[in-house]
């Protein structure tokens, strides 16, 4: 590798519009290298494996791949998680959910929490770490997922505390599977219209899992889906957290009253777009 790689990699990435080209190029690098990005060397160099690494992940970076798709794992909340293409790249946006959350476990008696299309597990998991009282549930229609969350429950040491369940709450029966209600519900379920995967960034409908995206023709179906279900798994008391799509404020608050739920609270993420809705039974 020459010792210009660096700037090769920043030129490289910002010709084809990468909007962090140098933290990127940095990743990218040190990831070939197999070294902690903060250890890598101004100028950087290695052997023709190196090279050949790097150059192949650069195109899976112009190709769309997230960064995080080609490093294997990704930074939220405060933990580092593994993630593939069987899960959703955990988003920034998802980080207020936890936070709002954590808000209502800190301030009442919550010790049991279930998330619902747990995925990575970014969600649940960083709960179950910031709070050691905790137990979590988590279940997802995917396998491949549930391994991800498997492997980011052992990283975080935390495995002790959470059951990692398949089951889609599409399937008869679904509330019988549980032994007892929870203080909390949370969940990030699919929101977006059918018609509207197709406009998504490459980077989206491309590599994360559909299953994680589809929220059916209205973008609802899920939302209406959890509400079915959700009053009869919570505790009197308990809290539902939803994470929302841009404009959907207002008929989930309707779906999740009309279940009976008592709307106490939304959050709205740095741009102003309610993103969290946070109920009641």
Not at 31 to 42: C, E, F, S, T
Not at 204 to 218: C, Q
């Amino acid at each position: 590798m020459q010792p210009s790689v660096y700037q090769t990699t920043i030129e490289i990435l910002a010709e084809h519009g990468i909007e962090s080209p140098r933290l990127e190029a940095r990743l990218l690098i040190a990831d070939a290298l197999g070294i902690d990005v903060n250890q890598m060397p101004l100028t950087p160099s290695g052997d023709d494996n190196t090279q050949t690494t790097l150059e192949r992940n650069i195109q899976r970076r112009l190709d769309g791949m997230p960064i995080d798709k080609i490093l294997g794992h990704r930074e939220f909340y405060k933990y580092d998680f593994v993630v593939t293409k069987d899960v959703l790249s955990p988003r920034p946006d998802t980080e207020i959910l936890v936070e709002s959350a954590l808000k209502i476990i800190k301030s009442n008696s919550i010790r049991r929490v279930l998330d619902l299309g747990v995925g990575s597990g970014c969600i649940l998991l960083s709960l179950l770490a910031e709070d050691d009282g905790l137990t979590g549930v988590g279940i997802d229609a995917s396998k491949e997922a549930l391994a991800v969350a498997k492997k980011n429950a052992k990283n975080l040491k935390v495995t002790n505390r959470v059951e990692l369940l398949q089951k889609n709450w599409f399937d008869n029966g679904f509330i019988g599977v549980f032994d007892g209600p929870f203080d909390m519900i949370v969940t990030n379920p699919p929101y977006i219209k059918t018609a509207d995967i197709e406009k998504l960034d490459i980077s989206v409908k491309k590599y994360d899992p559909l299953l994680a995206l589809d929220g059916g023709e209205d973008g609802f179906k899920d939302y209406r889906k959890i509400a079915e279900f959700a009053p009869f798994l919570l505790e009197n008391s308990g809290y539902l957290l939803l994470e929302i799509g841009r404009g959907q404020g207002r008929h989930v608050k309707t779906i999740y009253t009309n279940a009976g739920l008592n709307h106490i609270g939304t959050i709205k993420d740095l741009a102003g777009i309610e993103r969290v809705l946070i109920f009641q039974k």
